[in-house]
């Protein structure tokens, strides 16, 4: 204890100086806008990368929460689009004629997490992460945040295969609601960001831009949702149009997707079906 006093008593006036060195330092750095701008830039050279890791760490924790949340949010938004509903309609005969009409809900959603995608095959398929312990079947339709992504092909416990647009046997019903047409939306292998819609008569008028959208033909697929906007129109054909469709879904960074289930399926297949067999 006595030799570390003694070395503050030898070199005290050296421990004075520092001290006085940094008080005029810090005077200089609050009093003078140059000097207190050139350090803080110098600063932030060091601790500017220091925050942006720090911030790419916590915001990878909290990034799948935040994910699942937007998702809960979307399906909300989903299952009150008009298109999710059909009205019913009761009329009572009496003295006076009244009529009631309720809503009934014909789709639901859920989501699901992509753990599995191709783009560049001729046959892609994608795998998620819900099966059939999560009330996932066949034929389910599936959708991105931006539009139509495929349908549901085989289901295990845990896991369901889709079939998406890109896919050589893939068909979808589709509309151009411009000219209320309704076609085909086939795919060309080779092309992760077009498809082709076809059996449009080459007579009508087709503007690049239209929305495509798909037909509600089919027991899959909700009615109006976008697949796509015309971004070339082929009229060399003799009796039918080539258009591509620039596909509003991006396969290429698919991560959360929404499965949909007709609550009227069974029945409307269990219809179409009668008629095949007369």
Same mark, same amino acid.
């Given at each position: ?158 896991? !369901?295969?889709? @079939? ?5 046997? =893939?068909?979808? +019903?589709?509309?151009? #609601?411009?000219?209320?047409? $309704? %076609? ?20 009508? !008028?087709?503007? @690049? ?5 798909? =037909?509600?033909? +089919?027991?899959?697929? #909700?009615?109006?949702?976008? $697949? %796509? ?50």
């Amino acid at each position: 204890m006595e030799n570390l006093l003694e070395f503050f008593r030898k070199n005290f006036k050296y421990f004075l100086f520092v001290v006085l060195e940094l008080v005029c330092i810090v005077l200089i750095y609050n009093n003078m806008s140059y000097p207190h701008f050139k350090l803080a830039k110098a600063s932030q050279v060091i601790t500017g990368p220091v925050y942006t890791f720090r911030h790419a760490v916590v915001r990878h924790f909290y990034y799948a929460k935040e994910n699942e949340d937007l998702a809960e949010q979307n399906i909300s938004l989903l299952r009150e689009n008009s298109n999710n509903f059909f009205e019913e309609s009761d009329t009572v005969i009496s003295v006076f004629d009244t009529t009631s009409s309720k809503k009934k809900r014909i789709y639901d959603y859920t989501f699901a997490h992509v753990i599995h995608n191709s783009t560049y095959k001729k046959y892609n398929y994608i795998i998620i992460d819900k099966g059939q312990k999560d009330g996932i079947t066949p034929d389910m339709a599936v959708l991105s945040s931006r539009g139509v992504v495929g349908a549901v092909s085989n289901v295990s416990e845990n896991f !369901a295969s889709v @079939i998406p647009l890109l896919h050589a046997d =893939s068909r979808l +019903s589709a509309r151009l #609601p411009s000219i209320n047409q $309704i %076609g085909t939306i086939v795919w060309e292998e080779g092309d992760p960001l077009h498809s082709y819609l076809v059996d449009i008569p080459q007579h009508l !008028a087709v503007n @690049i831009g239209d929305s495509v959208l798909t =037909s509600g033909y +089919s027991n899959v697929f #909700p009615k109006d949702i976008l $697949i %796509g906007t015309v971004s070339e129109i082929d009229n060399s054909q003799t009796s039918f149009l080539k258009i591509q469709v620039e596909l509003a879904t991006s396969f290429n960074n698919l991560n959360t997707v929404y499965v949909v289930k007709n609550l009227y399926k069974d029945e409307l297949d269990t219809l179409k079906a009668s008629f095949k067999n007369e």
